[in-house]
């Protein structure tokens, strides 16, 4: 990572000046120097860090934690809220502090390097990186060192930790069929983030290990909301055709919205059709109601993830530390068998 130093003899002026030139003052550097100096910092990928230069490059006991694109509400989404609380909690008992850094699209993620990476934080824990982002990459060539929460994928260079999405859902969609549904529909999850092909990946591998030919028609995709549960379930049941016996949606989100639009449509859940989802989070929006679903243990995932940052700010030496996250089939009241056995 650039120093001060190297941005001065990149730009062949003294440190000072570059100081003055990063504070604004309190000498004035003439316009030609100081476009020099910028310059050389754009060259170099300098960012300079305010925390670090007031503490002597001393630990700050402080965690980021980044979203890398816009969630309204984190602390009340069923998803972040309780992997928000594990990670408050864990920091709390190590005496560490947790800066959130929320609300912005991150369409260009490397100009908001100063937000996080200005020495602030000891360490990261980035939320749900979606395919493609520039973001991780750049990460790699800072200092902080940063764990990957709910998106492991294949990339072995960066610490992650995740479920194994292929395997529960090949349980959840397992669990189906073991009722006697051999027409399951998938909702899938958002195409940006890795855990959706992965959750499709394990819905075929179940119904070919169960011998049910494999139906295109019967995989729509969402968002990981729950109005696209909810569009895509009168979607499916107002169009004709034959209709499928359960649907696996790739969260609970989705798999609630579900719940409400068959509802609508006048179905029984599960007599008419069987749900199953991906969280096990709280559903206000169906009192009463326990949802089968692939528990996550999100919680302790929050605090795993602090656990394994903080083994990494410790470190000697650079590492790569990769989690899986163990998970429970929670068998709720909203699957049971078909109507007509197949």
């Not at 092909?197 to 119904?207: I, V």
Request: negative net charge; aromatic residues 6%.
């Amino acid at each position: 990572m650039a120093t001060i130093r190297d941005v001065a003899t990149r730009s062949g002026v003294s440190t000072a000046t570059v100081s003055y030139v990063l504070n604004n003052g309190p000498r004035t550097v003439r316009p030609r120097t100081q476009a020099r100096v910028l310059a050389a910092m754009r060259e170099l990928n300098y960012h300079p860090s305010a925390m670090a230069r007031g503490l002597n490059h001393k630990r700050v006991n402080s965690i980021g934690v980044v979203t890398l694109h816009s969630v309204q509400s984190p602390l009340e989404n069923p998803y972040y809220r309780p992997v928000l609380s594990g990670i408050v909690d864990a920091a709390t008992r190590l005496r560490q502090s947790v800066n959130l850094f929320n609300g912005n699209v991150w369409e260009s993620e490397s100009s908001d390097f100063p937000v996080f990476c200005d020495g602030r934080c000891d360490g990261l824990l980035i939320f749900l990186p979606y395919v493609g982002n520039t973001l991780i990459p750049a990460l790699k060539n800072q200092t902080a060192p940063f764990v990957i929460i709910g998106e492991g994928g294949t990339d072995p260079t960066v610490s992650s930790i995740d479920i194994d999405n292929v395997a529960v859902a090949r349980e959840i969609v397992g669990h189906l069929i073991g009722f006697g549904h051999r027409r399951i529909a998938h909702f899938q999850g958002a195409d940006y983030l890795l855990s959706s092909a992965d959750r499709r990946l394990g819905y075929t591998e179940a119904l070919a290990a169960a011998g049910i030919p494999f139906d295109p028609a019967l995989v729509l995709t969402g968002d990981y909301e729950t109005p696209s549960g909810y569009d895509l379930a009168r979607t499916l049941f107002e169009t004709a055709g034959e209709k499928p016996t359960a649907i696996f949606a790739a969260n609970d989100r989705m798999a609630v919205g579900a719940i409400k639009a068959l509802r609508e449509l006048g179905l029984d859940v599960p007599r008419d059709v069987s749900v199953a989802g991906i969280d096990c989070s709280s559903h206000p929006d169906i009192p009463g109601t326990r949802l089968t679903s692939g528990d996550q243990h999100l919680m302790q995932l929050g605090e795993t993830a602090v656990t394994m940052v903080m083994e990494l700010i410790n470190s000697a030496e650079p590492r790569i530390i990769k989690t899986l996250q163990p998970y429970d089939i929670v068998p709720g009241d909203t699957v049971g068998p078909p109507l007509i056995r197949a």
